[in-house]
Each structure stands twice: as C-alpha cells, then as structure tokens.
C-alpha cells in the first residue's frame, strides 16, 4: 500500500503501539477462570506463516494479518527440552506444562525417576496436573481436542502412565497389566472428575468386537478393549447430569443447562478438511467455557499432524482453527477474571524462506529457481516424507499443485515422519496474573505461574 511508503505511517503506528505500553499495567489479582491453549507443534515460525495464511484467506498479502493470540499483552519463551531429550516429545512437555515438573519423554504424569515403558517405575512418582488440583479445589474443569483424548497432549492433564502409547488394554503389554498398571482411556474416566471431555479416541473406550455408532459396517472402527469394559457407560452412571455426544449434530442438540457432565467422542480425531462429524474447536470452546469456574483445556494436535506428515497447508489449517477459537473464547470471557494462555509444547523443521515477495502466497514458489535450475516452494521441511530425488536430482515444485492440501513441502533428509525440533516456543497470554509470564523460562514454569493465580496448590 502507498500509506507504507511515508515514514509517517509507521511512525504513527509505533507511537499507538508505545502508548498501549505505557497504559499497560499488571492485574495483580487472583483468577477465576484459567483457559489454555495448546497449539501441538506449533513453532514460531508455524504462528507466522498461519498469520500471513490467515490474511490471505482474508483477500490482503498476509504479512500485515494479527492473529488474536498475537493481540496478548505479555510473552515469555519456553524451553522445550525433557530430562532425557535434546528434542522434546509431546508425553515429556505436556507433563511440563501441565504438572509443573520436567519429565522423560513418552512418559506421561510421572516425575523423571520414572522409565519409559517400565509400568514398575510409575508407582510413587505420579505428579498431579494443574487440571487435577483444579478440580480438587471445587472447579469445573474441560478438555477440547481435536486429537484422541488418550493423546499425549491431553493425557497429560489426568494420566500417570509410562509409556505414551498404553491408550487401552490392548495397547499394553502383559507384563505392565499385571503389575497394576492401567491404560490412559480407563485413567480418563476414574482418575479425574473432568466436566467437560470433547476429542476423539472412541475405540479405546469400548469392548473389542463393538459396533461403532457412527461407523457400524467398518470393523476397524469397532471398539478395541479386551476387558471387556465400556467406558462409557461406567462414565454415564457414575455421573448425575452427565451427557454423551458422539457427532456435532449431538453436541449442537445440548442446550439443557442440567448437564454437568459432557463427554463428546469422535472415532479417531477431527481430520483436517473432513470434519462434519466433529464439533470444531472454536465451537468446543463455547461449551467449555459455559462452565462457570473452569480449568485448563483445548490443545490442538492437528497443527502436528500436518507437520508430520509434510503437509504444511494442513497445518496451517488447524493452525489458524486453533486461533479462531481463541478469538471466540476472548468473546464469551472477560479478561478481568479469566487468564488465558497460548502457547504450544514443541515446534518442528518448518521453516519459510526464498527471497519471496510482499504477498506472496505461502504455500506459493520462491522467485527464482535453485542452483539445479528448479523451482522450489518457500515452505520447506529439513526432514520427513517430503524428500525426492528422481532420476538424480529433485523434481520440480510447480503451482497449483503446491497449494493443495494434500501437497507435501520438499524435505532435506528422508524420513518416514517429519520431526519435532528443539527451539523454544512461545507463551502468550492475557488476563489476571499473565505479567508472570515474561523472559525465557522452563516449560515446567507455565503450571507453576497458573496455579499460583489461581492460588492453586501447591501455591
């Protein structure tokens, strides 16, 4: 724009900016309402490429866009690293954030003393989330996901397991089921009285062989537990006012403010581009936070899918969903009682570059080919599925097909996953107590500084 051109325009835009931060001042007071939201693999340099993705869906170049997380007044970095792991998995960080302690990965609620794997080390080293001691101390608490709730972002919040992948009975191995331990979909409805669960992970919470609802001809969606429980119905009946949903229609057909209880199950998890079967997560965020005191909850895993797999148009789908549902939970709450906070457990080997232009699409080519005289993407992967070499050398990136969701962005190393990388990761946050959260801290830090204004134990 022409306006860009006058030094006047910018000027004019610092000074705004420096008034707003001389205004700011810290609401030293304690929080009624904490939300937090995760955003699984979702770097900083995810959060700018969704930033300029959302101003061109827009119809504007995208660079200029703000993300409703990004209008958060105070910011810290985290560091993502876990006891044993240069580079973190989601179990190790979620039990970070969530429990205030530093942990090993792929175990889940457990301090470091405990093994991965080794059901015998989980015995004595359980540490409780700050979603827990919420809901020890007479708040109403939620989890939204777009993920299986057994996932590791979300398990963190209720489970104490050794290992990551124990999402039923027959995920286990024999020695850990006779040694006591039990699978994360069991721990989801007997260790925490959690108000509100809406996610995915149907299967592992009904017998093996059970027709699922939604998918009764499909026999790979049948229930996977070999105890024979259905988890389910344990949850109905132990709950008065308790509620279970397993599509949108349902979910959208709740309006008895009687329910106390929420359980809303997909079979899998939201996938992105497909979901008429699954609640979105801004519209998750309105039944969470119809709760009149609530704890933590809405992590967003889709962003670390897409990135897995190499396909970055679907991450930044989810990416931008996820600030969607911030911008809608700003709308039902207020920032003089609820502490909200974003930020995200780990980021990935995503990364935008190629001299482009002011408006170029981000999913669009660089301006001029490679050294082998071949056109290459912006985004790029430093590892993952992504990578091709045919008859020698790479083939070459060409539009429209590089802004189709399905595309997979060009990798440096052949893998069959894209991985996770080791940088911090950012921490936003707004309402009572959010000036605690400044500077480059320990992810252990984000439960501590929630549970203190909350005046949650051990605070």
Not at 127 to 140: C, E, F, N, Q, Y
Not at 346 to 351: A, G, K, P
């Amino acid at each position: 724009p022409d306006a860009e051109k006058s030094p006047s325009y910018w000027n004019k835009g610092a000074r705004r900016r420096l008034e707003l931060a001389l205004a700011l001042q810290p609401a030293a007071q304690r929080t009624k309402n904490i939300i937090l939201f995760m955003g699984d693999g979702m770097g900083l340099s995810t959060m700018s490429a969704a930033r300029i993705y959302k101003g061109q869906l827009a119809g504007g170049s995208g660079e200029e866009s703000v993300l409703a997380m990004e209008t958060f007044p105070h910011m810290a970095l985290a560091k993502t690293y876990t006891i044993d792991r240069q580079v973190p998995d989601s179990a190790g960080t979620g039990t970070a954030y969530l429990c205030g302690v530093k942990a090993n990965a792929k175990t889940l609620g457990l301090s470091g003393a405990a093994t991965y794997g080794k059901c015998r080390t989980t015995f004595g080293n359980e540490v409780d989330s700050i979603l827990h001691r919420a809901r020890l101390a007479g708040k109403s608490v939620g989890i939204v996901t777009t993920t299986r709730v057994q996932h590791a972002s979300p398990g963190a919040a209720y489970a104490h397991s050794a290992s990551r992948s124990w999402y039923a009975d027959a995920n286990m191995p024999k020695e850990a089921l006779r040694d006591g331990c039990k699978d994360i979909a069991y721990q989801l409805v007997h260790n925490t009285d959690i108000n509100v669960i809406l996610g995915g992970g149907r299967m592992y919470m009904t017998p093996k062989r059970t027709p699922d609802p939604e998918y009764p001809e499909d026999p790979d969606q049948n229930g996977t537990r070999k105890d024979g429980r259905d988890l389910i119905a344990e949850w109905l009946s132990a709950k008065q006012g308790a509620r279970y949903v397993w599509d949108k229609k349902g979910l959208d057909a709740v309006e008895d403010d009687s329910v106390s209880h929420l359980m809303g199950r997909s079979i899998t998890a939201c996938t992105t581009g497909n979901a008429s079967s699954c609640p979105p997560l801004s519209r998750g965020a309105d039944r969470d936070t119809k709760q009149p005191q609530h704890g933590p909850s809405s992590p967003c895993g889709r962003i670390d899918h897409g990135h897995h797999s190499g396909r970055a148009k679907q991450a930044l789908m989810e990416a931008v969903m996820l600030d969607q549902a911030v911008a809608r939970a700003g709308e039902l709450t207020s920032p003089l009682d609820t502490l909200t906070v974003v930020t995200a457990d780990h980021s990935h080997v995503f990364t935008f570059g190629g001299n482009t232009p002011r408006g170029n699409s981000i999913f669009g080519l660089a301006p001029k080919k490679a050294k082998d005289k071949r056109a290459y993407t912006s985004i790029l992967y430093g590892n993952g599925p992504g990578y091709n070499i045919r008859d020698g050398g790479r083939p070459a990136a060409s539009l429209p097909a590089a802004e189709d969701k399905d595309y997979r962005q060009q990798a440096a190393v052949p893998l069959e996953t894209e991985t996770h990388s080791g940088e911090d990761v950012v921490v936003l946050a707004q309402g009572p107590m959010a000036h605690l959260f400044h500077g480059v801290q320990e992810q252990h830090y984000i439960a501590h500084a929630m549970a203190y204004a909350a005046c949650l134990e051990p605070y």
